[in-house]
């Protein structure tokens, strides 16, 4: 399996999976994507999550001198659950049981344990730069800790992410450096995208999920939940995604084109919609990004509409497969209190884009709100509303509990160097 860049115009010009891992970017700016999306091989769920992971990935390692650790890496970067909430067909894929309480661990670890691997066979080190408008920047910062040959610097905007984001982003020494950026999750991103374009660095890297080794757990978690979808209900199921940067439902794509048994993946922004704003006009522009509840999707400039476009290259074959749905600060508070007083649940405001966009747009009985953090992480919206105290996971309570410690700079990339 060798990938090529989304900007590629010479389609000659090849790389390993561990090469395009490491390197984070292409040479010219683009994305590493597959020469050619694999065939799905078949799935064991009688062994586990870890192991289904394993075999999704392989093919995407197959020749790449990973390919002998990849079980082992999938074995200790998987070590978490992955469970629906079942509602009669209408389910919830809960993707925050790993450290730091959100769907990124996934990427995040398997990142983390293939660089470390990878970097300890070639003798190198590595500064890892990471943009995020929410739950990236912890999910980095706990997934390398304390990994040899790795350092990390960790960008957020100021003010613009919950407080027990923040302490997550910041509660960290050793290798990882925070920095509070005054601007915009956008600005945090072009600040690393001209660093790796400034050719008097050196040594530098992606975590976000323009990274491959971000996006292909993506891709296996959801080739484990539909056929885990499918064995119980013995349909397909419509996945619906609270979509930011766009990585995640990349992912999903992908699964879904390697043969997943998923019926189709429906997109749930907020008030930024450069996705939806396209598929109404057929006119794509990216915006700088607005200031939403759900705060991991402010994002108006999403790097991931690259490899969709590669997957989906002109306006009709687009439009015949994504959809998009824009959702309102008002109906974000709506839903959240909505399914708490239906059922007693309790969504983050990410994962209620999602749920108002199934309740809106998706008539299928089978369908799937991708869950992507945990409610407890965004107290100071839900418990005012709901009337209730929430319970912090364990593992979210402990990251709360160190110092916190970041710099404030302006943006621009020079600040960090």
């Known amino acids: 399996m060798r990938y090529i860049s989304t900007r590629a115009e010479d389609k000659t010009q090849t790389f390993s999976a561990s090469d395009a891992i490491l390197k984070g970017l292409c040479p010219d700016g683009g994305l590493f994507i597959p020469e050619e999306i694999p065939h799905l091989p078949s799935i064991s769920l009688d062994k586990g999550l870890w192991w289904a992971m394993y075999e999704a990935l392989k093919p995407y390692f197959e020749g790449d001198e990973l390919e002998g650790d990849l079980e082992s890496i999938c074995h200790d970067a998987f070590s978490f659950p992955l469970p629906f909430h079942e509602n009669n067909g209408k389910d919830y894929l809960e993707l925050y049981y790993g450290p730091t309480a959100a769907f990124k661990d996934f990427g995040a670890r398997f990142l983390a344990f293939s660089m470390e691997k990878l970097l300890a066979k070639r003798g190198e080190n590595l500064s890892i730069l990471v943009a995020t408008s929410g739950d990236t920047g912890g999910a980095v910062a706990s997934a390398f800790h304390n ?21 997550q982003l910041t509660g960290w020494d050793g290798n990882v450096e925070s920095y509070e950026v005054d601007g915009s999750f956008d600005d945090c991103q072009r600040m690393v995208k001209e660093a790796f374009m400034d050719s008097s660095l050196t040594g530098l890297s992606s975590a976000n999920s323009i990274n491959l080794g971000r996006l292909l757990p993506q891709m296996a978690y959801y080739v484990y939940a539909s056929n885990l979808y499918l064995a119980k209900y013995g349909r397909k199921a419509v996945f619906i995604i609270p979509s930011g940067n766009v990585g995640n439902a990349t992912g999903a794509y992908w699964a879904k ?105 998706v008539e299928s009985q089978y369908s799937v709100v991708v869950s992507t953090a945990h409610p407890a992480k965004f107290n100071d919206i839900v418990e005012p509303l709901l009337g209730c105290t929430i319970a912090i996971p364990k593992n979210l309570y402990d990251i709360m509990q160190k110092p916190s410690k970041a710099k404030e700079i302006a943006a621009d990339y020079h600040n960090i160097f």
């Open 257 to 361: 084109a390697m043969g997943a048994p998923i019926e189709s993946i429906v997109l749930a922004a907020n008030a930024n919609k450069p996705i939806t704003d396209y598929l109404e006009s057929g006119e794509y522009r990216p915006r700088p990004s607005v200031k939403t509840l759900a705060n991991a999707m402010d994002v108006g400039a999403p790097s991931n509409i690259e490899r969709l476009f590669a997957l989906f290259p002109d306006y009709d074959s687009f439009k015949a497969n994504v959809s998009a749905y824009s959702v309102s600060d008002d109906e974000i508070l709506r839903t959240i209190k909505e399914v708490y007083d239906e059922t007693g649940y309790v969504i983050c405001p990410h994962t209620a884009c999602g749920e108002r966009v199934r309740r809106d747009h």
């Open 147 to 167: 990994r040899e040959h790795l350092s990390v610097k960790v960008l957020f905007p100021k003010g613009r992410v919950a407080e027990r984001q923040r302490r």
